[in-house]
């Protein structure tokens, strides 16, 4: 596209040469895009123009200030304002794609995994865009909801492809951040609201207010609820006027507690759901009721649940061994993950190793204590991230909230405390790894080492026999 036409209506430009794309993140621009220099939140773009223009772009819009460089530079007093018209103008067939948006504290993933691969099975291609990355597209992403150019590059790949829907994650952030403004978002889907982001948001109302805001779009035709949440109220206001339609576990006739899942009754089918986790249930049933509005019968889509997969580190077993990965990095998440494995292994003690995110929200960190403390028989406190936070002064903020009787092992070194729980677990044991999940790396003030939880949980396994054999052997 020519300059001067992407430009038309924002503001008037002499220069003349044709551009392939539109660009935020100065390490994804590719040969021939606009790099647009905005002001973030721990810097200014134009500190990352040198390596744009390294990168291939061939100009650079800029809010509020003139510079000089390499290439074109385009002053845009409001910059960010004119975000949406421009990514509408490069990629006119974004707005070709519908958009499935499923927003909620926990259980986004799952629930964006659980629709993909029920519309993939009943032959309807489509793209998912979320927190484990951006499938069908060379695009990608660090954020559950990618920034606003990133997806309207994205969407309009796809509907160039042939992909007609995208299922999204869809953040708080994300919609507070207008990163899905002008989107052609059909379907709203609410999983359930708890804790977390208050760093951001500063309460849980104002967070809350922020993801309703998903069902009050003009595109939004049909919104599916969660009505066994307690704020099921606030979305059904949010989605006035919308086709509802709501899910909770009484949708099931009966549910049974298995080993490897739940052997459940709905609507006249017996079946049995792959997953640990009632609230693994409600987000089949999210997936399930999505499903629906696009015409298909019950009876076509129920026989498919049972062949679901989870989502990487979303309660993933380790095969042959009672030790689970799981992202629980909110109050509400550790103790559902904690009861699931008390409810499907009755008879065993459950150890957790965990830890808090810094720059992240403190109020739940002493939370999260004391819930982890009050379920689990044995914590291991490790590193989660911290960032730019002491690590001793983070776990120090999850031993507020746990009683000075509970015994709690310390190992800040998060790849030692889980070689450690691992290694140690007894035969009567379930392990729980929590915070994490498909994540692959630890960030650190200084450096963001490789770090994934399930790599050193089967190294740790092959130790563990090792050691065994050799004690044997003695």
Same mark, same amino acid.
Request: glycine content about 6%.
């Given at each position: 596209?020519?300059?001067?036409?992407?430009?038309?209506?924002?503001?008037?430009?002499?220069?003349?040469?044709?551009?392939?794309?539109? &660009?935020?993140? +100065? /390490?994804?621009?590719?040969?021939? $895009?606009?790099?647009?220099? !905005?002001? =973030? *939140?721990? #810097?200014?773009?134009?500190?990352?123009?040198?390596?744009?223009?390294?990168?291939?772009?061939?100009?650079?819009?800029?809010?509020?200030?003139?510079?000089?460089?390499?290439?074109?530079?385009?002053?845009?007093?409001?910059?960010?304002?004119?975000?949406?018209?421009?990514?509408?103008?490069?990629?006119?067939?974004?707005?070709?794609?519908?958009?499935?948006?499923?927003?909620?504290?926990?259980?986004?993933?799952?629930?964006? &995994?659980?629709? +993909? /691969?029920?519309?993939?099975?009943? $032959?309807?291609?489509?793209? !998912?865009? =979320? *927190?484990? #990355?951006?499938?069908?597209?060379?695009?990608?992403?660090?954020?559950?909801?990618?920034?606003?150019?990133?997806?309207?590059?994205?969407?309009?790949?796809?509907?160039?492809?042939?992909?007609?829907?995208?299922?999204?994650?869809?953040?708080?952030?994300?919609?507070?951040?207008?990163?899905?403004?002008?989107?052609?978002?059909?379907?709203?889907?609410?999983?359930?609201?708890?804790?977390?982001?208050?760093?951001?948001?500063?309460?849980?109302?104002?967070?809350?207010?922020?993801?309703?805001?998903?069902?009050?779009?003009?595109?939004?035709?049909?919104?599916?609820?969660?009505?066994?949440?307690?704020?099921?109220?606030?979305?059904?206001?949010?989605?006035?006027?919308?086709?509802?339609?709501?899910?909770?576990?009484?949708?099931?006739?009966?549910?049974?507690?298995?080993?490897?899942?739940?052997?459940?009754?709905?609507?006249?089918?017996?079946?049995?759901?792959?997953?640990?986790?009632?609230?693994?249930?409600?987000?089949?049933?999210?997936?399930?009721?999505?499903?629906?509005?696009?015409?298909?019968?019950?009876?076509?889509?129920?026989?498919?649940?049972?062949?679901?997969?989870?989502?990487?580190?979303?309660?993933?077993?380790?095969?042959?061994?009672?030790?689970?990965?799981?992202?629980?990095?909110?109050?509400?998440?550790?103790?559902?993950?904690?009861?699931?494995?008390?409810?499907?292994?009755?008879?065993?003690?459950?150890?957790?190793?965990?830890?808090?995110?810094?720059?992240?929200?403190?109020?739940?960190?002493?939370?999260?204590?004391?819930?982890?403390?009050?379920?689990?028989?044995?914590?291991?406190?490790?590193?989660?991230?911290?960032?730019?936070?002491?690590?001793?002064?983070?776990?120090?903020?999850?031993?507020?909230?746990?009683?000075?009787?509970?015994?709690?092992?310390?190992?800040?070194?998060?790849?030692?405390?889980?070689?450690?729980?691992?290694?140690?677990?007894?035969?009567?044991?379930?392990?729980?790894?929590?915070?994490?999940?498909?994540?692959?790396?630890?960030?650190?003030?200084?450096?963001?080492?490789?770090?994934?939880?399930?790599?050193?949980?089967?190294?740790?396994?092959?130790?563990?026999?090792?050691?065994?054999?050799?004690?044997?052997?003695?």
């Amino acid at each position: 596209m020519n300059i001067q036409k992407l430009l038309h209506n924002i503001t008037p430009t002499n220069f003349d040469f044709v551009v392939q794309g539109l &660009c935020l993140n +100065s /390490q994804q621009v590719q040969d021939g $895009d606009v790099f647009v220099a !905005l002001q =973030g *939140t721990t #810097g200014h773009g134009t500190d990352y123009i040198e390596q744009a223009i390294d990168k291939g772009c061939v100009c650079i819009l800029i809010d509020s200030k003139d510079i000089e460089c390499g290439v074109p530079t385009i002053r845009i007093d409001d910059l960010s304002t004119h975000l949406v018209a421009l990514a509408q103008q490069m990629y006119v067939d974004a707005l070709k794609v519908d958009v499935i948006g499923i927003t909620g504290t926990n259980g986004k993933t799952s629930v964006a &995994c659980f629709i +993909s /691969q029920l519309l993939a099975h009943l $032959d309807i291609k489509n793209g !998912l865009i =979320g *927190t484990l #990355g951006i499938s069908h597209s060379n695009q990608h992403s660090e954020q559950t909801t990618p920034d606003i150019l990133t997806l309207y590059r994205t969407l309009d790949g796809y509907r160039k492809d042939g992909i007609k829907t995208a299922v999204l994650e869809v953040s708080s952030h994300g919609i507070d951040q207008d990163r899905i403004a002008g989107l052609r978002i059909t379907h709203a889907v609410f999983t359930n609201l708890t804790q977390d982001h208050l760093d951001y948001h500063q309460d849980l109302k104002t967070y809350q207010q922020t993801k309703a805001r998903l069902f009050s779009l003009a595109s939004v035709q049909f919104a599916i609820l969660n009505r066994d949440d307690t704020h099921y109220a606030d979305f059904l206001v949010a989605a006035k006027g919308k086709e509802i339609i709501d899910f909770g576990l009484d949708d099931f006739d009966d549910i049974r507690p298995t080993e490897q899942g739940f052997l459940v009754t709905l609507q006249h089918h017996i079946f049995e759901v792959p997953f640990l986790a009632k609230f693994n249930l409600l987000n089949v049933l999210s997936a399930f009721n999505t499903l629906k509005t696009f015409g298909f019968k019950p009876e076509k889509i129920i026989p498919l649940l049972h062949k679901l997969k989870p989502p990487l580190g979303r309660m993933q077993k380790i095969d042959n061994h009672l030790i689970w990965i799981d992202y629980a990095h909110t109050p509400d998440a550790i103790e559902n993950a904690i009861c699931t494995l008390q409810q499907h292994y009755p008879t065993h003690d459950i150890r957790v190793v965990f830890g808090c995110g810094g720059n992240r929200d403190q109020d739940k960190r002493a939370k999260m204590g004391k819930i982890a403390s009050k379920h689990a028989n044995t914590l291991i406190l490790t590193n989660d991230n911290p960032r730019n936070e002491d690590p001793q002064a983070i776990i120090n903020d999850i031993l507020d909230g746990i009683d000075d009787s509970y015994e709690v092992d310390i190992t800040l070194d998060r790849q030692l405390a889980i070689e450690t729980a691992v290694i140690t677990l007894g035969d009567n044991e379930c392990l729980l790894i929590a915070g994490k999940g498909h994540e692959t790396t630890q960030i650190f003030r200084d450096k963001t080492i490789e770090s994934n939880d399930k790599d050193i949980v089967l190294a740790a396994i092959i130790e563990g026999i090792r050691l065994k054999k050799l004690k044997n052997q003695q």
